[in-house]
């Protein structure tokens, strides 16, 4: 499977929101964006996004947040537990140091300055016309921490779970059962998902449908090289994040919420065996080193 010629990658199944000028209203708490069928509502106390709506809609229930996720590995051992606990945490123990917004053209935005426990940061909320959310977002890290992932979290609600995505594949054809495949379409808890609940157990359907609490294997593991990746509900209404296949998404099915990171960094992990060969793909921070990063978001539809 070969690309020849131009070859557009930012084409996607779906419409974007339609255009209309946005309109603000700020008070102490909160700061509400409208535009059409879109309405962005910010959370100033909380220094980040409370919901996001197309017409009925709930697109998004939270966003973002800083994840600095380490490596994590441990000695190979002949007896094996299958109760491994998740390595998925957001940074720790938010405070809000100030929000301010602006309004310039057809753009408002918000910058919001803050602390972790693992990192000060800036993030610069750009609302603009058509449902269009771009974060950049700057940190310094208050610690030293060897990274798996670097990026920002957002939450959906879980009947946004039908996932779809674009990547740029490390080859030129997979399987269409493969979970590193180009382009699919997946969701947490198919009819085909199964649980193994012991070592040593017989599979009982496709490797891609062993499933956890977080999703299938096909549902939750990282997409790598996106061009886009989106969350929708059973109407294709929902958000998407775009991109230039440098970036990774990864979802996963939190309570009642589906998370879903956009990692402006993102390695093969400390997998002991092939440790020696990631080793050139290690990012390291130092307390005081500096990361930056942007994501795109945009609200789409079917209609």
């Known amino acids: 499977s070969l690309e020849i010629g131009e070859v557009s990658h930012e084409i996607f199944p779906f419409k974007l929101a339609s255009a209309n000028e946005m309109?603000?209203?700020?008070?102490?708490?909160s700061i509400s964006i409208s535009g059409?069928?879109?309405?962005?509502?910010?959370?100033?106390?909380r220094g980040r996004i409370a919901s996001a709506t197309y017409k009925s809609d709930t697109i998004l229930s939270n966003g973002a947040e800083l994840m600095i996720?380490?490596?994590?590995?441990?000695?190979?051992?002949?007896?094996?537990?299958?109760?491994?606990?998740?390595?998925?945490?957001?940074?720790?123990?938010?405070?809000?140091?100030?929000?301010?917004s602006e309004e310039a053209a057809d753009t408002i935005?918000?910058?919001?300055?803050g602390t972790y426990k693992e990192a000060e940061i800036v993030?610069?909320?750009?609302?603009?016309?058509?449902?269009?959310?771009?974060i950049k977002y700057r940190f310094t890290a208050t610690a030293d921490v060897n990274p798996r992932q670097v990026g920002l979290v957002f939450s959906v609600p879980g009947?946004?779970?039908?996932?779809?995505?674009?990547?740029?594949?490390?080859?030129?054809?997979?399987?269409?059962?493969?979970?590193?495949?180009?382009?699919?379409?997946?969701v947490p808890f198919p009819p085909d998902a199964f649980y193994l609940n012991k070592p040593g157990a017989r599979p009982e359907g496709e490797w891609r449908f062993d499933a956890n609490s977080l999703g299938t294997n096909d549902f939750r593991s990282t997409k790598d090289n996106i061009y886009w990746a989106a969350l929708t509900n059973a109407n294709g209404t929902g958000?998407?994040?775009?991109?230039?296949?440098?970036?990774?998404?990864?979802?996963?099915?939190?309570?009642?919420?589906?998370?879903?990171?956009v990692a402006g960094y993102s390695n093969g992990?400390?997998?002991?065996?092939?440790?020696?060969?990631?080793?050139?793909?290690?990012?390291?921070?130092?307390?005081?080193?500096?990361?930056?990063?942007?994501?795109?978001?945009?609200?789409?539809?079917?209609?």
């Open 269 to 303: 992990g400390a997998e002991i065996f092939f440790a020696s060969h990631l080793e050139s793909e290690r990012r390291p921070l130092k307390a005081g080193d500096n990361f930056e990063g942007e994501v795109i978001l945009k609200v789409v539809c079917t209609e």
């Open 69 to 100: 996720l380490p490596l994590h590995s441990e000695e190979c051992k002949t007896e094996h537990s299958l109760n491994i606990p998740f390595l998925n945490n957001t940074c720790a123990d938010w405070r809000v140091g100030s929000v301010v």
């Open 239 to 261: 958000i998407a994040a775009i991109s230039d296949g440098k970036q990774a998404f990864r979802s996963y099915v939190n309570g009642n919420s589906v998370n879903f990171l």
């Open 109 to 113: 935005k918000i910058r919001v300055k």
């Open 23 to 29: 309109i603000k209203y700020e008070d102490a708490s």
């Open 123 to 134: 993030l610069d909320y750009f609302f603009l016309n058509g449902g269009l959310l771009v």
């Open 159 to 186: 009947s946004n779970r039908n996932m779809s995505w674009y990547r740029q594949g490390f080859w030129s054809s997979y399987p269409e059962w493969h979970i590193g495949r180009t382009s699919g379409k997946a």
């Open 36 to 45: 059409g069928d879109v309405n962005w509502i910010f959370d100033k106390i």
